[in-house]
């Protein structure tokens, strides 16, 4: 069994920052890619941003320049730093993660459980 453990949500006012954490533990021998997903009330689940296990990177148009995702393979780990929130990114976050599992070798896609982040006016 491979679990995804975020941290860092909350209440943020418009332009204020947040950092996200997302760790991946249990039955892993290797993480490929890492991502961050959010899903506002009544919508669907988007994507924010993937990194690569080499660090290559991937942002919405929505976030970059203000979003920075970042991975530590050594413990993976993934974070997003998120500046200058804005009201409209309001919205639960969730971490995606593609594990190999040493229970059989083969790669599968978690997801963490979802961290609120609200972000007021």
């Known amino acids: 069994q491979v679990q995804l453990v975020e941290s860092g949500g909350g209440l943020v006012q418009a332009g204020g920052s947040l950092r996200l954490s997302c760790a991946a533990s249990?039955?892993?021998?290797?993480?490929?890619?890492m991502g961050w997903y959010r899903q506002a009330p009544g919508k669907q689940r988007d994507l924010v941003a993937t990194?690569?296990?080499?660090?290559?990177?991937n942002y919405a148009d929505a976030v970059k320049g203000r979003f920075t995702i970042t991975r530590d393979n050594a413990k993976n780990t993934v974070y997003l730093q998120m500046n200058s929130l804005q009201p409209e990114e309001t919205a639960v976050y969730y971490c995606n993660a593609d594990v190999l599992e040493f229970s059989d070798w083969k790669f599968r896609a978690y997801w963490g459980q979802g961290t609120q982040i609200t972000v007021s006016s």
């Open positions: 249990g039955r892993v021998l290797r993480v490929n890619a």
């Open positions: 990194i690569s296990p080499g660090d290559n990177t």
